[in-house]
Every structure is written in structure tokens, then in C-alpha cells.
């Protein structure tokens, strides 16, 4: 039986890497999901990280 990964459980199994330092394969292992999974999350997260906008500068 698959799994069904919401945005919510991306979001969490990302939140471990970025904001409790652990490995992808540590935050696969925690939330009971492949490797592969979790590198998919990275991907996403990447890509919604990468500023789309011109910043704004403050004088």
C-alpha cells in the first residue's frame, strides 16, 4: 500500500533538516519514509526558496 505524502508531512521532514541540522536519511529514517522521498522534499524546498521577486532596497 502507497503512502500519501501531504504538503504538511513535506513541510515537517524538511523543517528537521533545515532547522534541526539532521541528514536527509536521519529525517527519512524519523518520518518513516524512503531516502527518495525526502530528496523530493529537498528539491521542492529548493525551488520555493530561490527568491522570484527583485528585493526591495531601503535607503
Known sequence: MSKIITAEFKCETAKLVLDQNYTYQE???????????????????ADRMTPSAT????S
Not at 529525517?27 to 524546498?45: I, P, Q, R
Not at 528585493?55 to 531601503?58: D, T
Open 27 to 45: 529525517a527519512a529514517k524519523a518520518m518513516n519514509v524512503s531516502l527518495s522521498a525526502a530528496l523530493l522534499n529537498k528539491s521542492e524546498l
Open 55 to 58: 528585493p526591495v532596497i531601503l
